[in-house]
Nanobody
Framework: QVQLVESGGGLVQAGGSLRLSCVAS????????MGWFRQPLGKERVFVAG????????YYADSVKGRFTISRDNAKNTVYLQMDNLKPEDTALYYC?????????????????WGQGTQVTISK
């Protein structure tokens, strides 16, 4: 059973930066593609960013493009989300997720494994 553990959330002012990390308990076919999703309070969970197995392909939601960067270090079984120029609307619970297929990376329903989430709060 693969487990994902996120860290790095917190409270920052608008315009600031945070770096989220997600460590997988082991590397398997179920962690080939990794992604970040977020869920604002009272709203649905939505896709933020995704990365393929070797890190050569990434994809971003339009709302974060140019401000967020996803990367991975397979030697450490870790995926990162560097978040810059943060805005109050980025406030949400951020989840790390994994599945076998990069082609399904934008669909929450298509993810096989989820972390517990880390809270990101951006003040004005």
């Amino acid at each position: 059973q693969v487990q994902l553990v996120e860290s790095g959330g917190g409270l920052v002012q608008a315009g600031g930066s945070l770096r989220l990390s997600c460590v997988a308990s082991k590397r398997t076919s179920r962690t080939a593609a990794m992604g970040w999703f977020r869920q604002p309070l009272g709203k649905e969970r939505v896709f933020v960013a995704g990365i393929n197995e070797n890190g050569g392909a990434t994809y971003y939601a339009d709302s974060v493009k140019g401000r967020f960067t996803i990367s991975r270090d397979n030697a450490k079984n870790t995926v990162y989300l560097q978040m810059d120029n943060l805005k109050p609307e980025d406030t949400a619970l951020y989840y790390c997720a994994a599945n076998r297929y990069y082609s399904r990376i934008t669909y929450a329903s298509g993810m096989d494994v989820w972390g517990q989430g880390t809270q990101v709060t951006i003040s004005k």
